[in-house]
């Protein structure tokens, strides 16, 4: 029995290409749906004795999912190990009454909706599809499929945007109560169009963004939501709402990711699949595991990035055995600028340090 509780499966396929988009995606290519899951489930009987009994979370992500042809993706879902938590992405413009179905009839307990903004104006610089209207028949065909937890992607900082733009887009996002919130700053990836054509105004509005992000955080907290990850809120109640496929990662716990660039990290080991498509297809139709790059952990990467991760919780983050990989001079700085605080044998950022997030956990690192 292996180690494996979370399992990320990689479905690549996608109608259009957004220009932020740096994932690994393939556009349209429906005759290769079946044998891309053929590939997939091949994969996953050969790395089946990694994962353990039972598996806790699945999260099938991509690409766009539910863009992949629905008898493709219901047989997929069905070759999947039964988990407490199995989230699906999805696009609005993908989501029909008979996604919908087929998605509660796989097993699926959660979806990961991509509403990015529900600004018209705003949806047109990110190159999406989908338009506010779409996004809230989504959601409205999803509720009434059964799903009774629905996360909302957003996001902040897109060229454009100003502040009204925003509290609208946090209001919309409320209006619908999605048991969950992802809220990211936009990023310039290297090499996407989205940077050659809007890399200079992301440079100049950069400042802004933290303000952005305080006001996200201000709405979402005084709505009810718990601010449990540096971009993610989960709706208070009698439920744990927080994202547990996600929660595995930022705890650096063991998980198997199959499909094309998909990472694995499995016993001090970590992997990714090469990104090409056709390569995936030929290793596995003849029974071979698909080209990869491995990397085997040292210590001091694994602790390094315990500590990066865990420190993105608002709980405190135990130290037992991270000493080595924390900077102590460094630490007393922060507790005297008020950006960390000891908890106990854990360690936290205080609120304010916890907006600047990645800036304080970089100068606590040895």
């Known amino acids: 029995m292996g180690t494996a509780r979370h399992l990320y499966v990689h479905l690549p396929f996608c109608v259009h290409r957004c220009g932020y988009c740096d994932f690994v995606t393939v556009v349209g290519r429906d005759e290769s749906h079946a044998p891309y899951v053929d590939a997939v489930i091949a994969e996953l009987e050969l790395e089946r004795a990694l994962l353990a009994d039972p598996v806790e979370t699945i999260f099938v992500g991509g690409g766009t999912p539910t863009f992949t042809s629905g008898a493709e993706l219901e047989r997929m879902l069905a070759a999947l190990p039964r988990a407490d ?42 190159e999406r599809r989908a338009g506010p209207g779409a996004v809230r028949e989504a959601f409205r065909l999803l509720r009434e499929a059964g799903f009774d937890n629905v996360s909302l992607d957003l996001l902040y900082g897109i060229p454009g945007q100003v502040p009204d733009d925003l509290e609208r887009d946090v ?45 996200v955080v201000d709405a979402l907290t005084g709505a009810g939501y718990r601010w449990y990850e540096t971009a993610n809120f989960s709706r208070a109640g009698d439920r744990d709402l927080r994202a547990r496929h996600n929660l595995g990662y930022w705890h650096g716990r063991d998980y198997l990711g199959v499909g094309i660039g998909a990472v694995s990290t499995v016993d001090e080991q970590r992997w990714r699949n090469a990104p090409s498509l056709a390569r995936y297809l030929a290793a596995l139709a003849r029974g071979e595991r698909p080209p990869r790059e491995h990397e085997s952990l040292a210590e001091d990467v694994r602790l390094r990035e315990r500590l990066l991760l865990g420190l993105r919780l608002d709980e405190p983050l135990p130290l037992g055995g991270l000493g080595a990989a924390l900077d102590h001079d460094a630490l007393a700085r922060m507790e005297q600028l008020g950006l960390a605080e000891r908890c106990g044998e854990g360690l936290a950022l205080t609120r304010r340090g916890r907006f600047l997030g990645g800036a304080v956990t970089a100068e606590l690192l040895a």
């Open 171 to 215: 209001e919309e996002a409320l209006a619908l109560a999605p048991e969950h919130v992802s809220y990211y700053e936009l990023e310039a990836m290297p090499g996407t169009r989205f940077t050659h054509a809007h890399g200079g105004e992301l440079a100049r509005q950069a400042d802004a963004m933290e303000d952005y992000f305080e006001r």
């Open 85 to 126: 938590e199995v989230t699906v992405e999805a696009n609005p413009e993908t989501v029909t009454p008979e996604v919908a179905a087929a998605l509660r009839r796989g097993g699926v307990t959660r979806i990961s909706l991509g509403a990015q903004s529900f600004q018209p104006h705003l949806l047109e610089v990110l």
